[in-house]
């Protein structure tokens, strides 16, 4: 397993540098800079805005910027951002723990739901409420995420009860530890069921595939035949085979929390990364944009670490040489 993971990290990092370049690569093809805007500002010199371009390279090929931003990427140092003028690495900071907040709470409640749907519908195939699954499915994989969010700030707009934006009240600093807790998952609840219907549509969909697979089998027949519970023959000897194709796709799932949160963060004002990165782009910050899109990869190689080590875990028949 230490083999696999070294082995893993030594392949992350030319993959990580071809992510950055391609990256850095589709921004200069759009037209201008962050400091074109400031040209237009009577107040602020040329001498001042040739001196910034001079000292981030930005009026060199942008070959060279990428090299110099390449450097100072291995000593720790992700930027400065323009818009912000403040390090990258503290707005990254602080907006990261925002959004895996809203990532980790509708993975949680996608996983939670889906699987235990997909089983259900399998066990009661081609019944009303195998159905009636299948039917939401259908219409949870039609509605894009941004406008379900829509739709629900809408909805409680209209009948109350939870916050239609932000991640705290306005007197959150005062509540108890409880207090707290409670309000945030509040301003939790909408945006996290936006992200998560979709997802939970299409998982439950591949879970009851692999579960109507696996209990064709023969050694399935052979456990009911030698007396078994039902319960036992689906959740211990079924499951554990229906379910290693979903661990492969914990690591595209865990890649896309970032990009798949980012409208949704946008309509419902989360304080989080996706927002972080619609500004960045309309600003042509191009640090900001090279941190985010980093973090898209970083999210995605280390998806599929822990995909594959589950892999290992749950299946003893895997093994990487």
């Not at 390090?87 to 980790?104: E, K, P, W």
């Not at 039917?135 to 829509?150: E, V």
């Not at 927002?275 to 782009?281: D, E, G, K, N």
């Amino acid at each position: 397993m230490l083999k696999i993971i070294l082995r893993r990290f030594l392949i992350a990092i030319p993959q990580l540098v071809g992510i950055s370049l391609m990256t850095f690569a589709l921004i200069q093809l759009t037209p201008g800079n962050f400091f074109d805007t400031l040209k237009l500002d009577p107040q602020i010199s040329p001498q001042t805005i040739e001196r910034y371009e001079k000292m981030y390279h930005l009026n060199e090929p942008w070959v060279n910027q990428y090299w110099a931003w390449l450097k100072n990427l291995f000593q720790g140092d992700l930027g400065y951002s323009f818009f912000y003028k403040v390090q990258v690495s503290s707005i990254i900071g602080s907006r990261l723990f925002n959004t895996f907040i809203l990532a980790l709470a509708s993975f949680l409640l996608t996983w939670f739901v889906a699987i235990p749907l997909g089983i259900w519908a399998a066990v009661h195939r081609n019944r009303f409420i195998d159905r009636l699954i299948q039917l939401f499915s259908y219409i949870a994989l039609s509605t894009p995420s941004f406008f379900l969010g829509m739709i629900l700030l809408f909805v409680f707009s209209q009948i109350g009860g939870l916050p239609l934006g932000g991640m705290h009240s306005p007197d959150y600093e005062d509540l108890s530890w409880g207090g707290k807790v409670f309000d945030l998952l509040k301003h939790l609840l909408i945006p996290t069921l936006a992200i998560s219907v979709g997802s939970i549509g299409a998982l439950q969909r591949i879970m009851r595939g692999n579960m109507l697979e696996v209990l064709r089998h023969q050694y399935i027949l052979a456990a009911r035949a030698k007396g078994l519970p039902e319960h036992r023959v689906i959740y211990h000897h079924a499951l554990r085979n229906a379910i290693n194709p979903l661990i492969t796709l914990l690591g595209y799932e865990f890649s896309g929390l970032l990009s798949g949160a980012a409208l949704v963060e946008i309509i419902c004002s989360w304080p989080g990364l996706g927002s972080l990165m619609l500004t960045a782009v309309r600003s042509k910050d191009l640090y900001l944009v090279m941190a985010s899109m980093m973090m898209g990869g970083i999210l995605f190689l280390i998806g599929n670490l822990i995909a594959d080590i589950l892999l290992v875990i749950a299946d003893p028949r895997i093994r990487y040489d």
